[in-house]
């Protein structure tokens, strides 16, 4: 039985009638009359006698009234509880995201607190993964979605994607985006790396490869808007995840190509400082962000290799 088919039958067997339940319900007799015949199928045995005068319940029909009502209480009181425990969210939670994160959850995050959870004050930092670590570190922000996170103690990651990454850029640079692109070719073509310096943390799982990488960049920024830009110049080509690239191809005009011999990819990690206490508001936020980027990926949003938890 479902929720409807118990629905019908307390409406009918509190208004005597199928017609009289139909009004107060506002639905057409011929639905609850399906439904009651559903639901008298489902426990073998008949829940009203039918009469002239309307319908009288079987013995059968009080016993499952009593069980319904109790089942619609509890019901109730469930929706209270979590209305109440919704609205009592309060606080103040600071994330720190890395780009590709803010643009694949950034907004369905922020509305969601906006619209769900108004006594949460949250926000939203988007910097390179490095940066977002040390803000981290610094007990500046309660959580981070990072790529390639410090192996430290005091920081707890867990692995939520894997990506792999393309070359982007003019075309005049880039080449022919229907032909692979071999990492040795890359190295001879001009690009743009984010820096990874102090504060930066290798856009990649392969170490070796990133070093490589470093010393044949033709330009070295920390900041994602002056790659933007510097795209658009065609300055050069950037190493970056296909979600990144496909809006650049929408948005500038731009091509892409897959990497291989070897293939680049990165990890995107859900960070927090182990010696930071939570509240009831950060691990809100943190659930619905594993939500949202799961959500993400199930339906195609956000391109990737694998989803990992």
Known sequence: MNLKQLQSFVAIYEAGGISRAAEQERSAPSVLSHHLANLEARVQCALFIRSRHGLKPTPQGDRLYEHAKHVFAILSTAKTELLQWQQSYEGTVAIGMAY????MIGKDLMEMVIKEYPGIDLTISETVSGSTLQQLFDAKIDLALAYNPTQDAVIRSMPLIEERMVFVGKAEIVGDPTLPLPVEELLRLPFILLRKGVTGRSIMDNPSLQKSLEQH??????NVSAVHIFLREGFGGAIA???????????????YREIIEPEVRRTLYLCEHVDMASNQAIDLIKERVLFLVRQAVLNGKWECERLLF
């Open 241 to 255: 995840t296909l979600p990144y690239a496909l809006k650049r191809v929408h948005d500038s005009g731009l091509v």
């Open 100 to 103: 590709t994160s803010v643009e």
């Open 217 to 222: 960049a033709t330009i070295a920024t920390d």
